[in-house]
């Protein structure tokens, strides 16, 4: 398959004469060149044109002969010869089809039309081989003919292109090359788009940057505060405090004998209760102005537990107000961490928008190389 490989694949390459153009004179150029070979185009095709409608002619008349095909004087068993008809039919159906499809072939472009015509034909071939085949066991004058037919249109469309050989090449070469061209301007938009964003986006970035600069001023500023630095004071206090308190709490959970209680009270399933939630939770003692558990102790442990349970919960309000007060730095720190943010998201965009500018480049290069080579089959030099 490939009538244009029969043109261009074979012969004796030609010196052709070198013809120098600038890349930005190209698109008038090739509108030049385009006109030029518009007439020969159009003989050329009126050419093919004829040459098919022969072919067409003389399938029909052809299929009409394969239509009326007699097998009754043939010595074949009848076997062979319903086998035999059958696959006729179906051959001359396929025939049906290839004069359809030619004569519905668009012929306004040179290129299209002889790419239509190898894909019809081949895909004829393909498709009828068989039915052919088991036909011609008895049949073979008629399927003969239409072979040659097709044998003949092939020679004469291969000489009348070998001929234009020339103008092939010409016409290939400036529709490949406008093709080509169409695909550059296509990537230079895309490109232009790429670097109208990252316009903006630099725009943004600065932005975003300063306000991020100003913020980290103003925590700056916070910093050097009296009020900040006697709120950091506090918080260490706070601190150091808490560490206090954990010590005290398990010193004050230790001065009670949970196992004595509930050896005392174990016959009460309530106190049992008490006993086992406080032991599981000393923090209840906290909690409540009267402990449950205060009632279980003897007087002398009672007092020192309560007075214990006072000065713990007047550092416990103590801690809690200090660590409740608004940090200074709070809404600023978050205010930062958003610009961060967003200064990351920015970035990851630019990074993007530079890759993609980097690849079209690279694409256009690429076309630029194949448009060259593409030329320099028609003797034209880019510059």
């Given at each position: 398959?490939?009538?244009?490989?029969?043109?261009?694949?074979?012969?004796?390459?030609?010196e052709?004469?070198?013809?120098?153009?600038?890349?930005?004179?190209?698109?008038?150029?090739?509108?030049?060149?385009?006109?030029?070979?518009?007439?020969?185009?159009?003989?050329?095709?009126?050419?093919?044109?004829?040459?098919?409608?022969?072919?067409?002619?003389?399938?029909?008349?052809?299929?009409?002969?394969?239509?009326?095909?007699?097998?009754?004087?043939?010595?074949?068993?009848?076997?062979?010869?319903?086998?035999?008809?059958?696959?006729?039919?179906?051959?001359?159906?396929?025939?049906?089809?290839?004069?359809?499809?030619?004569?519905?072939?668009?012929?306004?472009?040179?290129?299209?039309?002889?790419?239509?015509?190898?894909?019809?034909?081949?895909?004829?071939?393909?498709?009828?081989?068989?039915?052919?085949?088991?036909?011609?066991f008895?049949?073979?004058?008629?399927?003969?003919?239409?072979?040659?037919?097709?044998?003949?249109?092939?020679?004469?469309?291969?000489?009348?292109?070998?001929?234009?050989?020339?103008?092939?090449?010409?016409?290939?070469?400036?529709?490949?090359?406008?093709?080509?061209?169409?695909?550059?301007?296509?990537?230079?938009?895309?490109?232009?788009?790429?670097?109208?964003?990252?316009?903006?986006?630099?725009?943004?970035?600065?932005?975003?940057?300063?306000d991020?600069?100003?913020?980290?001023?103003?925590?700056?500023?916070?910093?050097?505060?009296?009020?900040?630095?006697?709120?950091?004071?506090?918080?260490?206090?706070?601190?150091?405090?808490?560490k206090?308190?954990?010590?005290?709490?398990?010193?004050?959970?230790?001065?009670i004998?949970?196992?004595?209680?509930?050896?005392?009270?174990?016959?009460?399933?309530?106190?049992?209760?008490?006993?086992?939630?406080?032991?599981?939770?000393?923090?209840q003692?906290?909690?409540?102005?009267?402990?449950?558990?205060?009632?279980?102790?003897?007087?002398?442990?009672?007092?020192?537990?309560?007075?214990?349970?006072?000065?713990?919960?007047?550092?416990?309000?103590?801690?809690?107000?200090?660590?409740?007060?608004?940090?200074?730095?709070?809404?600023?720190?978050?205010?930062?961490?958003?610009?961060?943010?967003?200064?990351?998201?920015?970035?990851?965009?630019?990074?993007?928008e530079?890759?993609?500018?980097?690849?079209?480049d690279e694409?256009?290069?690429?076309?630029?190389?194949k448009?060259?080579?593409?030329?320099r089959?028609?003797?034209?030099?880019?510059?």
């Amino acid at each position: 398959m490939g009538i244009f490989s029969w043109i261009f694949g074979k012969g004796k390459k030609e010196e052709k004469k070198i013809e120098s153009i600038l890349f930005n004179e190209l698109e008038n150029y090739l509108l030049i060149k385009d006109r030029e070979n518009k007439d020969g185009e159009k003989i050329l095709i009126t050419q093919i044109e004829s040459l098919i409608n022969q072919l067409i002619k003389e399938l029909r008349e052809e299929r009409e002969a394969i239509i009326k095909v007699d097998l009754k004087d043939k010595k074949a068993e009848e076997r062979i010869k319903v086998i035999v008809l059958e696959n006729l039919g179906c051959y001359s159906n396929h025939v049906e089809k290839l004069i359809l499809n030619l004569s519905k072939l668009e012929k306004t472009n040179l290129n299209k039309l002889v790419d239509a015509i190898d894909k019809e034909l081949f895909e004829f071939n393909n498709k009828s081989k068989m039915s052919y085949e088991k036909s011609t066991f008895l049949v073979g004058k008629e399927l003969g003919d239409i072979k040659e037919s097709i044998n003949k249109f092939f020679r004469e469309l291969k000489k009348l292109l070998e001929e234009n050989k020339d103008l092939m090449e010409k016409i290939k070469s400036v529709y490949l090359t406008k093709t080509s061209l169409c695909e550059i301007k296509d990537n230079e938009a895309g490109k232009a788009e790429s670097e109208k964003n990252l316009r903006e986006i630099d725009k943004k970035l600065k932005k975003v940057n300063e306000d991020r600069d100003k913020i980290e001023k103003i925590i700056e500023e916070i910093k050097k505060s009296e009020k900040y630095i006697y709120q950091q004071k506090n918080k260490e206090k706070a601190k150091e405090k808490n560490k206090e308190l954990g010590n005290t709490i398990f010193k004050l959970k230790s001065l009670i004998d949970f196992k004595l209680l509930e050896s005392i009270h174990h016959a009460s399933e309530n106190k049992m209760r008490i006993l086992k939630s406080y032991q599981q939770d000393f923090n209840q003692m906290f909690d409540k102005d009267k402990p449950e558990l205060i009632e279980f102790l003897g007087d002398d442990e009672k007092n020192t537990i309560i007075e214990e349970v006072a000065r713990i919960k007047i550092t416990k309000e103590e801690i809690c107000r200090i660590e409740e007060e608004a940090d200074l730095l709070e809404n600023q720190n978050l205010e930062l961490e958003k610009k961060r943010s967003e200064l990351d998201e920015i970035k990851k965009k630019k990074e993007w928008e530079e890759n993609r500018i980097k690849k079209i480049d690279e694409i256009i290069r690429d076309i630029k190389v194949k448009i060259s080579e593409e030329l320099r089959k028609i003797g034209v030099e880019i510059i």
